[in-house]
């Protein structure tokens, strides 16, 4: 008989730690968050131009984008109020021919 459930089994004791960022790009912070809570990027270095930030969920499908300049000399952005359901998201970054990508988790 086939099933037609797919099951994902995760770690419980994952942490923001122990995920290994793809550059230096940037920090998020908090991470892990709640809910509720403002997620804020640091940037390792200022940005000239307009940054796109896309988040998606662990499926890969995408649910916000964003297009900022961050003021002159600026390192951190702050997300909008997110609402995100209690999982696994990635944020992904352009800018200046750069790109980063962070996990993010919510709980």
């Known amino acids: 008989m086939h099933s037609n459930y797919h099951y994902l089994f995760a770690d419980p004791t994952i ?4 995920i290994t960022p793809s550059t230096n790009l940037m920090i998020v912070f908090p991470n892990p968050a709640s809910q509720s809570e403002r997620i804020t990027l640091y940037f390792e270095q200022t940005f000239k131009n307009t940054m796109q930030i896309t988040i998606s969920n662990i ?11 961050l003021p002159l000399n600026g390192k951190k952005y702050m997300l909008p109020q997110h609402n995100f359901a209690p999982g696994l998201y990635t944020i992904k970054v352009e800018c200046d021919g750069k790109k980063g990508t962070q996990r993010l988790i919510i709980h």
């Not at 942490?15 to 122990?18: L, R, Y």
């Not at 499926?59 to 300049?69: N, P």
């Open 15 to 18: 942490s923001a730690n122990s």
């Open 59 to 69: 499926k890969g499908m995408e649910l916000k984008r964003h297009k900022v300049l």
